[in-house]
């Protein structure tokens, strides 16, 4: 080739860590200049980890720990007092000390340079139910209940103060056909200026009852948290792209939503149960209480679906549209115990101490669209929430897979 090197690794840092792998095996004279490039090798080792920026040197430092799982420290922080709410996003680590205040400790970061801090947000003046933070926007969601409404108060994780990007800074429930002696449960996702609430009551436990079967009831309300304007409130089992809905209220015609995933035929006593995890990875900005060199990139992501009956195996097609190297089958699956169990583009199970890793491409066993349904009571199924966005415009899948 003609063109000296500098020119060439300036063209090929436009690319891809994929297209750069690929330039690697059309000739020796490309192989060597993508090796020999201290800038292509960077992005190539980012990649592997699903990380954007940093430095190349605390990245190897990065990935070699988490491929062992060794830990450069230990610290065993105090007990709190009061019955403890906790959260851990992003490397902080947040729990409430007494009815009303707060303890968060940012861990440290040796491969990326995070010192360890703690601070305190004292007395918020609420009555705390449920914690949820957001390192990445400096956010804080408390969750308080009073009677017949729930509230979500907006603040700064870095000081407990009022947002300074929310219209409004307590975003109101009503929850009027509740009981109030009901027991309750939340869970908070923030996802870029997207806020979700699932609100769950439960009868009070009659000692005479198996749990098991003991009534519940769900709400489940999405708000953008800037504008506190309501985007659902209703569940559904359909995916919409909430970002692009015309109006808060969805009207089901069939034919407004992404994509569907319709069980197999059951029989009327037969049971199955679905459960979908995904952390999207957050849109780290520049902010002074954490500085990382890197951090998880957002357009990794991982998708777990765990299915689960009760009768017979029952039949599953894994759709064909989800390619080999774009999901990953497994047999065994995370105990319904456990949450928080997938985040950005990795994904914990418990069993054998394994943690996968979306980014390596290797380490995932790579399984091709069945030729047949497969055959499997408990099973695991995952897909990149990246693949799962280009599925828009597709029609109901169903036993047969997709029409």
Known sequence: MSCSKELLVGIFSELN??????????????????????????????AKVGMENGRASHLREHRAAWESLSFESVNVLPPAA????WDL?????????GPSSLVLNQLPGHARGLP???????????HIRHVKIDPSQDMLVLVEHPEERCILHLRTMSTGDRHPLVSNPDIV???????????????????????????LSFPPLDIHEDPNNASWGSDIFVWNWKTSGMIADRPLIEVYDISNLPCPNIERDGTNYLCAFAFEPLNHDHEVSLWIEGNPAPVWTSTELLEAPF????RNQVLVA?????????????QEAWSRDKTVRSQKRVSSDWFCYVNGARYVRNGDGELLDSEEE?????????SRPWCQQNADYSARRIDLSKLAGLDDIDEHGFQ
């Open 173 to 199: 429930v009503s929850l009027e056909d509740h009981d109030p002696e009901d027991r309750c449960a939340y869970t908070v996702v923030i996802c870029d200026d997207t806020l979700a609430l699932m609100f």
């Open 82 to 85: 009061f019955g403890v709410l």
């Open 306 to 318: 765990s299915y689960n009956s009760d009768e017979d195996p029952a039949f599953v097609r894994f």
């Open 17 to 46: 860590h994929l297209s750069l792998t690929g330039l690697r095996q059309v000739s020796k004279f490309l192989k060597n200049v993508v090796d020999e490039s201290v800038v292509l090798q960077y992005k190539v080792e980012l």
């Open 116 to 126: 360890a801090k703690e601070w305190r947000i004292q007395d918020v003046g609420r």
């Open 295 to 298: 951090y998880p990139s957002r």
């Open 89 to 97: 996003q992003g490397g902080v680590f947040a729990r409430t000390d």
């Open 362 to 370: 290797n380490s995932w066993p790579q399984t091709p669209p069945p």
